[in-house]
């Protein structure tokens, strides 16, 4: 099921599919993209800030990252289905 | 071997978080500058290795950087520099790239881009035992092998772990080979270039390394209690409440050392030299005005040794992460919330401390509401007038009047920098997106080495800025309080005689209306270098001998509490909530926004809205019989 990183429900792992850029040379999903946000990437969303849910604290790999919603919104991610962890062999 | 004459250039180059500057102490450790690259307001970091087979480094620990693409002006003096691009800059002859061995999935790609520039270099596996001790097992032949560069392992925070790079490094010549490997020429492309970096890592990730588990337990228990929406707050809120305890409670044995250090200095140059105008400008200009900035260093320090500690623990991202949201809301941003804790303390820091903001626009809004923050130095003349004014009685049966007075000026100050924000936010044109993407490293334990090296180098930068602008108002003001002397038959204080009283009463003209007498315009002026001077300025104007500011302070209080209106002291309360009353912070402004129109601004914003909130405050007081 294709959804945005920011609909990701909490501790749901995911798969990324790519980054869409919002405006031509989107200087901003370019980053996503260098920060690891790639096609086969697991990611998982742990924890939201304390107001307005935002921002995202984002697991992709090894290194977490906070992500305001619209920044999460330009990743597009194939949910891994129920059960499963983010816990894998690099 | 005989020694190289001319040392080689290295340059240190890797991701934020990977260990470099740690890197770099250990590299380097005492012997380091600290200046800015030419032009901006970027820290230039250099410093000198001999390695033990007696050749020279020149190592330059380049600022942390993602991508070679920049998004930051960090991370375009990073990609300058390493190609040899940077004016006034030269050419580095090899890159030591630092990449945190628990993170390569992300590191690996930025090895792999600054190969492609095609200079010697040599990667750096740092924090090798925090990889070992996550069971996270790297085959560094295999690496070195497919990557077709040296590879050796680091540890910065232990002595020694740094002896294989520095053997290596020996093994690097100015003419060693360029790497061999590159990618294809198709690959180089602009769009095939993300895909086929991240390939490649994924590639040498899964010969060379392999990995029990994608995070640290200890990160994971952290992260769950420290960004909990209810305990992750109240635990910012306690660490906060610490370090306001800390800097005000351990600072103060030694601000008055150094007030008595300065007093008995000041005795003894008066006494040593015969009097006249050089023994005043020494004494009552030089030593009484540097030493009026010098005794908020205590503070000062004690502040950044927090900041760093936390810095370096891990923790500060996780603030700008709870908060950024609502720091958002008043156009600023999660990050603005380190530079506006430092101005606590003084605006100075506070301001340097917004180098950390990579996007332009929050960072000018930070430094624009940064001397909102209730510095250090009002601190003195609140409790001036608080002391001669306010009763001392209690409210609700448990708050202290007095206290809850200082109270609310703090929060006026924070409510107006969120206000002024907020209206900045509405006023620019610009509605682009400013993004927040940023990375919350591993926790870690901060090494004492790297403390101290950040906290001297940070008392440097102080003692540097302050001191030049400071000596330099410091005799201006003297010579507008000193001269033209009094006459021999004057019956007032000599003050009224001096250029700096003539303006005083002048200054009356414009501020009547906020209820300043001429005594407070005349304090006012001295008050521009610093703003606790107000407090022995108005002592001398009511002809008082006052020494030091306490003891200005205790015979003040009655003097002015009869000669003065409540509407008056209310009035001057308010006023310096906002007054920009501190040349040094505008030298500051003008040194980080390289700007004088945004100086002007900023102090005419804070001009205004001192004005305008003292004159509501007077009038309504006297409206309501205070006056």
Known sequence: ??????????????????VEDRVPNDAIARRLRELGFVDGEQVQVMAVGPIGAEPLLVQIGYTRFALRREEAARVRVRSNGAGQTGVGQA | MSAVAVPLRLALVGNPNSGKTALFNQLTG????????????????????????????????????????????????????????????????ALVCVVDATNLRLHLRFVLELREIGKPMIVALNMADAARRRGIAIDVDALQRELGV??????????????????????????????????????????????????????????????????????????????????????????????????YAWATPMMDGIEAVTGWLGDWVGGALPAGPLNSLLVDGIIAGVGGVIVFLPQILIL?????????????????????RMMAAAGLSGRSFIPLLSSFACAIPGIMATRSIQDPRDRLATIM???????????????????????????????NLQGLVLFALYMAGIVSALAVSWVMKKWRRDKSEHPLMLELPSYRLPHPRDLLIGLYERAMIFIKRVGGIILALTVLLWFLLSFPAAPADAVGPAIDYSFAGRIGHAMTAVFAPVGFNWQICIALIPGMAAREVVVSSLATVYALSASNDDAAAQALSPLISDGWSLATALSLLVWFIYAPQCLSTLATIRRETNSWKQVAISAGYLFALAYLASLITYQVAVALGAG
């Open chain 1, 1 to 18: 099921m294709s959804m945005i990183l920011s609909d990701l429900p909490r501790r749901t792992s995911a798969t990324v599919e790519a």
């Open chain 2, 30 to 93: 005492s012997r380091q500058k600290v200046a800015n690259y030419a032009g901006v307001t970027v820290e230039r970091k250099e410093g000198r290795l001999t390695a033990p087979s007696g050749r020279q480094y020149a190592v330059l620990d380049l600022p942390g950087a993602y991508s070679l693409h920049p998004a930051s002006l960090d991370e375009a003096i990073a990609r300058d520099v390493c190609r040899g691009f940077y004016p006034g800059e030269p050419a580095p002859d």
């Open chain 2, 150 to 247: 040296p590879v050796v392992e680091t540890v910065a925070v232990r002595s020694g772990g740094a002896q294989a790079l520095i053997a290596a490094l020996d093994h690097i010549g100015t003419r060693s080979a360029a790497p061999q490997k590159r990618l294809a020429a198709h690959e180089r492309d602009d769009a095939g270039e993300s895909q086929a970096l991240h390939a490649e890592t994924r590639r040498l990730l899964s010969l060379a390394v392999t990995m029990p588990r994608r995070t640290a337990r200890i990160d994971d228990a952290l992260d769950r209690w420290l960004l909990h929406p209810v305990f992750g707050l109240l635990a910012l809120a306690v660490v906060m409440f610490l370090i306001f305890q800390a800097v």
């Open chain 2, 304 to 324: 950044f040794a927090f900041i760093l500690a936390l810095e370096e623990s891990g923790y500060l991202p996780r603030a700008a992460f709870l908060l950024d």
């Open chain 2, 369 to 399: 509401v940064a001397p909102l923050m209730t510095c250090s130095a009002r601190l003195p003349v609140y409790a001036l007038l608080i002391g001669a004014f306010i009763p001392q009685q209690q409210v609700w049966g448990v708050f």
